[in-house]
């Protein structure tokens, strides 16, 4: 007796988009097969006829409950796992990487530990974290990278630099080249991939001053501060570290035209360098932070322009652009929009729920990207990178039963009541067609037609473990 069949869909599976029926046994994928060639009976059936079937999407980048350094001073928080999981869930998300920041002078084990008691029993989807490393380490700490490895936490997330002004209540974003040099070697040799947000220190910090002195605070002017030649210099900066040290590279949140073409020449000559954007760079622009509540929009790096969307879109359909992140941050309303200078805008998206709906929308529908590739940039690629793959990101025997079923016939103008945990979504008003109705986690349907039916015990930490060849040369 099967648990669960999914049958009449367009299912993207590893192959190929087609008809085929799923058979479920507890928590795994059984069989995918023609239509109707399942006749072992199932407890439940979910008709998915006129749907598009895909793996359950896997979110590369969250910060839940995560201290917001734009006013440090207000000791303030985002939203967490146990609110903001049940978006992801009821838009089509099954797995979320977190990260776990660890800082100078803190314990390495114990930090993770903490991090994951956060998550224990709080999440409705499965998870993992990147370990962070900021600061001024001592070299000792980055002796743990192997261990980490090894205990399935193979992602290291560096920043190189520090993304707001220097200030004495926040601790320091940037680790300092020398040091991500280290990180390199140490992934490199153990089977680690270093996450990177890249943006040049000295370009960044001097355009606070610079504005500063010039009058030009608005929040506005963060694209003048946090602009496309600082992408340029430390992607290709990074790029160049990476391929001395033998370092597989993931970029987050690219967000500009200098960033793809970099990330384009390295995959090209064969490199191990991935990069995702968001499906918020690809749809909105610096212009946008002159509308009315115009920083809603906001999240660091900065929204870039047209250009930039469209070297993005460009990426993303033809293979450049790996994955589609959120760069989930997720607060409400009034904390979103609590500053109003270059250096108090609270950063981050509120995005996780839309960001598979709003990928199908604008890749599919509006731009005739293919329901594999689709799959890819939702889901698998994500998966494959961060090492997760193939127990997530595809609809394949053996793989977990996490599976996203859209109904492409929707057709709707978002609205605050599609979303499920703040008081606002900076997709109001957003123009839809084909939304995630239907959401199964590891066998077990937790949501369905607009009802949430999981629990908060659902998600599970995932331990992760990287192909190899996906270390070595860039595959996806
Ligand atoms: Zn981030």
Request: glycine residues 10%; charged residues 25%.
């Amino acid at each position: 007796m099967l648990d669960l069949l999914v049958r009449g869909g367009t299912v993207v599976t590893p192959g190929q988009a087609g008809q085929f029926d799923i058979a479920v046994r507890g928590e795994k994928i059984a069989a995918v097969a023609l239509p109707g060639a399942i006749t072992e009976a199932a407890r439940q059936t979910l008709d998915a006829t006129g749907k598009v079937v895909v793996p359950g999407g896997v979110e590369p980048h969250a910060h839940l409950a995560s201290f917001i350094g734009t006013q440090a001073e207000k000791r303030s928080y985002t939203i967490g796992p146990e609110d903001d999981t049940r978006g992801m869930a009821f838009g089509g998300t099954t797995t979320h990487i977190d990260f776990c920041y660890v800082r100078p002078g803190m314990d390495f084990w114990k930090t993770l530990e903490e991090r994951a008691a956060r998550w224990k029993g709080q999440s409705h989807i499965d998870y993992s974290f990147h370990i962070v490393l900021t600061g001024a380490h001592p070299f000792e700490v980055f002796e743990n990278i192997p261990e980490a490895i090894r205990r399935g936490f193979p992602s290291f997330k560096v920043f190189t630099l520090d993304v707001l002004p220097r200030n004495p209540e926040r601790p320091t974003a940037q680790l300092d080249f020398g040091r991500i040099q280290i990180v390199m070697e140490k992934a490199a040799a153990n089977g680690g991939i270093v996450v990177v947000h890249a943006e040049d220190h000295d370009l960044v910090q001097t355009m606070y001053e610079r504005v500063a002195k010039e009058g030009r605070m608005e929040g506005w002017n963060l694209p003048v501060v946090h602009n496309k030649t600082s992408e340029l210099l430390s992607f290709r900066r990074t790029i160049q570290l990476a391929g001395r040290t033998g370092a597989a590279v993931y970029f987050v949140h690219t967000s500009a035209r200098e960033g793809v073409e970099a990330v384009s020449e390295a995959r090209s000559k064969g490199q191990a360098v991935y990069a995702e954007t968001l499906h918020h760079y690809v749809t909105f622009d610096a212009e946008d932070y002159k509308k009315p509540k115009g920083y809603i929009y906001h999240t660091y790096p900065s929204l870039k322009h047209k250009e930039d969307r469209e070297a993005l879109w460009n990426g993303l359909l033809h293979g450049d652009i790996s994955t589609v992140g959120t760069d989930e941050y997720p607060t409400t309303l009034e904390v979103k929009l609590r500053g109003n200078t270059v250096a108090d805008v609270t950063g981050g998206n509120l995005g996780a729920e839309a960001r598979v709906g709003i990928t199908y929308t604008e890749g599919v529908v509006k731009r005739g990207m293919s329901l594999q590739r689709f799959a890819e940039v939702t889901s698998t690629n994500a998966a494959r990178i961060l090492g997760l793959y193939p127990r997530k990101g595809a609809i394949a025997p053996g793989s977990d039963a996490d599976i996203t079923v859209i109904d492409p016939s929707v057709h709707k103008k978002l609205t605050k009541e599609d979303f499920h945990l703040s008081d606002y979504s900076p997709w109001e008003g957003w123009e839809v067609q084909g939304w995630p109705v239907t959401t199964v986690l590891r066998g077990k349907v937790i949501v369905d037609k607009g009802r949430l039916l999981g629990s908060l015990t659902d998600g599970q930490l995932m331990p992760r473990k990287i192909d190899p060849a996906v270390l070595k040369a860039p595959v996806c």
